[in-house]
């Protein structure tokens, strides 16, 4: 198992720029898969990026394309999220994702196993 910590989250203004980082407890953090997934209010979980393992291979949402970067780091156990041009549409509350049944990456909450508490992020206009 895996545990899971958010941080980075909070107030910024439009255009403004967030780096979300991931924790990840144990040493077996590159056996791994890892997601970023987002949850604005009133609205159901929605994926934002994924990477593999090896940190190799990267796939985002169409409306973060561009902006966002995923990356991790094997030897510090963390995965990060860095997100520029924010947009007020971006709030959420952000999450971290795992999964070690996933050879490659993927976009559906429901292939991952374990999830981080949430980090909210809130763009103003």
């Known amino acids: 198992q895996v545990q899971l910590v958010e941080s980075g989250g909070g107030l910024v203004q439009a255009g403004g720029s967030l780096r979300l980082s991931c924790a990840a407890s144990g040493r077996t953090f590159s056996r791994y898969a890892m997601g970023w997934f987002r949850q604005a209010p009133g609205k159901e979980r929605e994926f934002v990026a994924a990477?593999?393992?090896?940190?190799?291979?990267?796939y985002y949402q169409d409306s973060v394309k561009g902006r966002f970067t995923i990356s991790r780091d094997n030897a510090k156990n963390t995965m990060y999220l860095q997100m520029n041009s924010l947009k007020p549409e971006d709030t959420a509350v952000y999450y971290c994702a795992a999964s070690a049944r996933v050879l490659g990456y993927s976009i559906s909450s429901n292939a991952y196993d374990y999830w981080g508490q949430g980090t909210q992020v809130t763009v103003s206009s």
């Open positions: 990477i593999n393992k090896s940190g190799g291979s990267t």
